[in-house]
């Protein structure tokens, strides 16, 4: 008995007839569970990938491509014919030099622990913070580091929205803010207070928006100055790289060469890899969970095609005379099972791909909040369309196994001998 005779019994079984019995019934309930259960896989992911690619996306403004630290403390120097072989290695597209520490901002009697990055002339070639400026512009002016606490300098610097507003300053005043760091040199600082700290004094020349984590944490200002600030005249706290597209890691290989053991070259992913894993961790928790509220709502399937073979025992009764083997007879079953997770599945599949595609047209389901986007944020990848499907016939399987196994045991109760 060819596999064609199979197919076309588990279609008719499919369609079923019109009967007073509860099978058909059954088997479309079972058919409703399944659908609703991928619909929601398949709305969750999408949401889950719109949320983690608006993410990633707003890392970029801060965390380059690649980015070299010190392996020990947290200054160093380094060579110039070091940082132009960095240059001239092939896939760099940009690099910057970056000094960064945490430092005492204070304006209108508000105060606030911040992180002042000092930055120079390429580092907004190198990361992309320029599309999160909200006021302002990206303009730093690189005053002489001598004239770093000059009330009259014009010394510019960018700050997250968070910060300008929890200071009270305006971009479109002539406000100021004093940034106060502790004094590296100064080994009493009890005994002389006065001097325990140097400060430097800014004016806000443009503001970003792009996260709270961001927004409340970072100013950034003309490195020499931030180095004159520090006491760490010629040294940075990182080099950052901008790459070819697909480089990085090619990049970083060389790069781990040239330097050798005293430096570290991270990728992106390796800067923020809590975040990604975290990130990874709950997707496939949500998966766990939507995976189990299909198995339970799949039970239902299991009743329906017990008594689907308990209907067609007279059919499994005659094709066991026409030498139907019972491994024919499983089949049979278990493919009636999966067409049934099937068909369920692709409409769900079909419904949660429509929901996706109206929001990402339309955004109807806002965030709410002070949030950078409106509209919860939706990506539909094909992968997760593959891993439902995968899915939806693995529990159809599963499912339909214990009817299957129950099928070859079946007899037609007309055709015992009395």
């Given at each position: 008995?060819?596999?064609?005779?199979?197919?076309?019994?588990?279609?008719?079984?499919?369609?079923?007839?019109?009967?007073?019995?509860?099978?058909?019934?059954?088997?479309?309930?079972?058919?409703?569970?399944?659908?609703?259960?991928?619909?929601?896989?398949?709305?969750?992911?999408?949401?889950?990938?719109?949320?983690?690619?608006?993410?990633?996306?707003?890392?970029?403004?801060?965390?380059?491509?690649?980015?070299?630290?010190?392996?020990?403390?947290?200054?160093?120097?380094?060579?110039?014919?070091?940082?132009?072989?960095?240059?001239?290695?092939?896939?760099?597209?940009?690099?910057?030099?970056?000094?960064?520490?945490?430092?005492?901002?204070?304006?209108?009697?508000?105060?606030?622990?911040?992180?002042?990055?000092?930055?120079?002339?390429?580092?907004?070639?190198?990361?992309?913070?320029?599309?999160?400026?909200?006021?302002?512009?990206?303009?730093?002016?690189?005053?002489?580091?001598?004239?770093?606490?000059?009330?009259?300098?014009?010394?510019?610097?960018?700050?997250?929205?968070?910060?300008?507003?929890?200071?009270?300053?305006?971009?479109?005043?002539?406000?100021?803010?004093t940034l106060n760091?502790?004094?590296?040199?100064?080994?009493?600082?009890?005994?002389?207070?006065?001097?325990?700290?140097?400060?430097?004094r800014l004016h806000?020349?443009?503001?970003?928006?792009?996260?709270?984590?961001?927004?409340?944490?970072?100013?950034?200002?003309?490195?020499?100055?931030?180095?004159?600030?520090?006491?760490?005249?010629?040294?940075?706290?990182?080099?950052?790289?901008?790459?070819?597209?697909?480089?990085?890691?090619?990049?970083?290989?060389?790069?781990?060469?040239?330097?050798?053991?005293?430096?570290?070259?991270?990728?992106?992913?390796?800067?923020?890899?809590?975040?990604?894993?975290?990130?990874?961790?709950?997707?496939?928790?949500?998966?766990?969970?939507?995976?189990?509220?299909?198995?339970?709502?799949?039970?239902?399937?299991?009743?329906?095609?017990?008594?689907?073979?308990?209907?067609?025992?007279?059919?499994?009764?005659?094709?066991?005379?026409?030498?139907?083997?019972?491994?024919?007879?499983?089949?049979?079953?278990?493919?009636?099972?999966?067409?049934?997770?099937?068909?369920?599945?692709?409409?769900?599949?079909?419904?949660?791909?429509?929901?996706?595609?109206?929001?990402?047209?339309?955004?109807?389901?806002?965030?709410?909040?002070?949030?950078?986007?409106?509209?919860?944020?939706?990506?539909?990848?094909?992968?997760?369309?593959?891993?439902?499907?995968?899915?939806?016939?693995?529990?159809?399987?599963?499912?339909?196994?214990?009817?299957?196994?129950?099928?070859?045991?079946?007899?037609?109760p007309s055709l015992?001998?009395?």
């Amino acid at each position: 008995m060819n596999n064609r005779l199979i197919r076309q019994l588990a279609f008719r079984y499919l369609r079923g007839k019109r009967s007073a019995n509860a099978v058909p019934i059954l088997s479309r309930i079972s058919m409703v569970a399944i659908a609703v259960s991928s619909g929601a896989m398949i709305i969750i992911f999408s949401v889950f990938n719109g949320l983690e690619s608006l993410v990633k996306e707003r890392y970029k403004a801060f965390y380059p491509d690649l980015r070299i630290v010190t392996a020990r403390g947290k200054f160093f120097t380094i060579d110039p014919a070091k940082l132009a072989a960095i240059r001239q290695t092939e896939g760099v597209k940009e690099i910057s030099n970056v000094i960064e520490d945490n430092a005492f901002a204070v304006s209108n009697n508000e105060q606030k622990v911040i992180s002042l990055k000092g930055i120079d002339a390429h580092y907004f070639r190198v990361n992309d913070i320029t599309p999160y400026i909200v006021q302002g512009d990206t303009f730093v002016s690189e005053s002489r580091p001598q004239a770093y606490n000059d009330p009259g300098s014009p010394n510019t610097a960018i700050m997250g929205q968070r910060i300008l507003n929890e200071l009270g300053t305006d971009i479109n005043s002539l406000s100021y803010f004093t940034l106060n760091y502790p004094n590296p040199t100064v080994v009493n600082p009890g005994a002389d207070p006065g001097s325990a700290f140097q400060s430097l004094r800014l004016h806000p020349g443009g503001v970003f928006r792009i996260e709270e984590e961001f927004d409340g944490k970072y100013i950034l200002a003309p490195l020499p100055l931030v180095q004159e600030l520090f006491k760490q005249a010629g040294s940075y706290s990182s080099v950052e790289i901008k790459a070819e597209p697909g480089r990085a890691k090619q990049i970083q290989e060389q790069l781990r060469k040239l330097l050798g053991p005293a430096f570290k070259v991270e990728t992106r992913y390796e800067q923020n890899k809590t975040m990604y894993m975290v990130m990874g961790a709950e997707k496939w928790a949500v998966y766990a969970i939507l995976l189990l509220v299909l198995l339970i709502a799949s039970f239902n399937m299991v009743g329906a095609l017990s008594m689907l073979v308990l209907e067609k025992q007279k059919d499994i009764a005659i094709l066991k005379a026409m030498g139907a083997a019972n491994d024919v007879i499983k089949k049979i079953f278990l493919l009636e099972g999966v067409l049934w997770s099937l068909v369920g599945g692709l409409l769900g599949i079909g419904l949660g791909l429509a929901v996706c595609l109206i929001q990402l047209q339309f955004g109807i389901v806002k965030l709410g909040g002070s949030f950078v986007v409106e509209a919860w944020p939706v990506e539909i990848q094909l992968q997760d369309v593959v891993l439902v499907i995968c899915t939806i016939l693995g529990v159809g399987l599963l499912v339909s196994w214990f009817p299957a196994m129950r099928s070859v045991r079946a007899e037609d109760p007309s055709l015992k001998s009395t």
